[in-house]
Each structure stands twice: as C-alpha cells, then as structure tokens.
C-alpha cells in the first residue's frame, strides 16, 4: 500500500492485517489494509461491525471500501485500549472490568445471524460447532508438540492428545446459541468518551456463553491474579441469576483450557513460520492458566497426564 504524508502506521496484530492513521485536519480514521485472507479481514470484520452497531455496540463504522485494492477505512475509535489504562496499577481493576462485563452481557444478547456486507451479499455469522472446537485445538499438537515431543513418539502424542480433546469437547454442556465475540480481552477493547468499543471483531460466532468470559478473565497477555479472576467470575454470575452454575464453571474450565491450548498453537506458529517470535514470551504464562483450570478438576485427568508425561512442568 502507498502511503501518504496522512497516513501513519499503527502497531498491527497477529493477523495478516496493516493498520494505519488517517489524519486530515482534525478529523481521523482507520485504514485497515489485508492482501491475504481479506474476505475474513475485511468484509467479514465490517459486517460483524455491523451487526454490533445496530445492537448499540460501539465498533468502528465503515467510512470507505475500496475492496479491489485490499482496504477498508474505519473509524477511529483512538488509541486507548483497556489494557493499556489497565497497566496503571493504580487504577481500580475490578470498576472497570464491571464495565466491561455489562458490555459482555449486552453483547451476548445479540440475536442477528444475518447481515447484508458491504457487496451487498448475505453473511450469515457460523455456529461454534464441535469440529471447530477440535480443529482449534490440534492447533497444539500441530506446532508447538512437535518442537517438544521427540520425533518417534509424537504420532502416538497426537493420537492420544486428539482423543482426550473429543472428550473435552463432549463434556461441554451448554448450548451454542450465544454471541461470541472470540476475542474479547483487554487489548480488544478501546476506551473512547467513557465508553467501551470492541474491535477485532471479524471472527465472531454463536457459540457457548462461557466462551467471552474466559477470554476475558484467562487472558494470556494481562497477568491477573486469582483472587481479581475469581472476582470478576462473580461479578457475571450475579448478572446472569438464572445460570446453572455448576454447568457454566464446568464450561468455562473446559473452554479455557481448550483455547489456551490453541493459543499455545497459534503462538509457536506465529513464531515459526510468520517470525513473529515476541509471542513466545506469553507460552509460560498460558502454561500456568491451563494449570490453574486443570488442576482441580478430575474431569482433566487424562489430559494432565498425557501433558505431563510429555512435557516438563518447569
């Protein structure tokens, strides 16, 4: 993409996706340039946004489209995200993140499934279906294993891990019938006027209700404590009165370890085939929220035993 004199370059994502600064006068917008995979990175992204919009949602509102040339322009909803107020210790964690989880619970009340994009054709948002679920988390045994796991042993590691995940996957209670923004954490979420905005918002589904709150809560890339995650845990609890809590903390267990499980995944492949290696130094820690999900619950049983024997806890 040629830039111009207006154009400023924006920190980008772990997606194939540029972003830059529209500046003219006093007014500012978003160029948010894809070549790969624009479809999802661009068409699908405004047509969630959409979607959100009209739900009264704050997301960035389509300004232009040139498609044919691989961009879209966006509004500017500015450059603070949440995690970056957050990183301020002395602010107060827990105010913000009821914040954060009276947008979730809005959000989750989205029932729109179709929307007409920007080419005028339908875009129907997909269920989070069981497959999805296991291809995501073969993510793990595809990259990150195979840098672990000595060569002659690695089919029987991925035969085994497979097996185990497709029982996970059973154990999921709740039905698909919610709103998942899928990436809903701190880096997602900016703040503009006193109010919450979402981006990233392109891979949304219908899907389990557990799902946006794990992202939230085991964020990978804000360490939280125990104590502020069981916190906010409650605090959505008590905003949603009529759910079976013992089946939404089974799913939400489960849900946590199977997507920081892909995340692992995501990460090494991130590194290894994009040479995005700064994503590495997050492994540790998503070690340590799977442990934290795992460790009390029996239903991980046969999954922590085949981590363990294959991987070194340190």
């Known amino acids: 993409m040629k830039l111009t004199k207006n154009l400023k370059q924006i920190k980008s994502d772990a997606s194939f996706r540029y ?15 894809a070549k790969k995979d624009k479809r999802l990175n661009l068409l699908t992204y405004d047509a969630i946004n959409k979607i959100l919009i009209k739900n009264n949602i704050l997301a960035p509102k389509l300004i232009n489209e040139n498609y044919a040339k691989n961009f879209i322009e966006i509004q500017d909803l500015g450059n603070q995200t949440v995690f970056s107020f957050l990183k301020n210790k ?24 179709k929307v007409i994009n920007f080419k005028k054709q ?9 497959e999805i679920l296991l291809d995501e988390a073969k993510l793990f045994s595809a990259w990150y ?53 979402v981006i990233d918002t392109q891979d949304a589904l219908f899907g389990n209700s557990a799902y946006d709150l794990a992202s939230l809560i085991d964020d990978v890339r804000f360490e939280t404590s125990n104590i502020l995650k069981e916190k906010i845990f409650y605090i959505y609890l008590r905003s949603n009165k009529k759910l079976n809590i013992k089946k939404f903390r089974n799913d939400f267990e489960i849900i946590s370890v ?8 995501i990460f090494t492949r991130l590194a ?10 997050l492994i540790p820690y998503t070690w340590s929220l799977i442990r ?9 049983k046969e999954l922590n035993s085949l981590l363990d024997k294959n991987f070194n806890k340190k």
């Open 19 to 33: 972003f830059f600064r529209n500046k003219k006068k006093k007014l500012s917008s978003v160029i948010v340039y």
């Open 122 to 130: 339908n875009y129907i948002v997909p269920k989070y279906s069981s």
């Open 258 to 265: 199977l997507r920081n499980l892909k995340i692992i995944g």
């Open 292 to 300: 934290l999900r795992s460790q009390n619950n029996k239903i991980f």
């Open 90 to 113: 002395n602010k107060n964690k827990l105010l913000i993140f009821k914040k954060i989880i009276n947008l979730l619970n809005k959000i989750q009340l989205i029932k729109d499934k």
């Open 145 to 197: 294993a195979p840098q672990v796991v000595p060569q002659a042993n690695q089919s029987k590691f991925k035969k085994n891990y497979e097996k185990v995940i497709k029982i996970l996957i059973k154990k999921i209670t709740l039905k698909n019938d919610t709103f998942v923004h899928r990436d809903f954490h701190v880096s997602n979420l900016m703040l503009m006027n006193n109010k919450i905005g």
């Open 272 to 281: 290894m085939r994009d040479n995005k290696k700064d994503y590495l130094k």
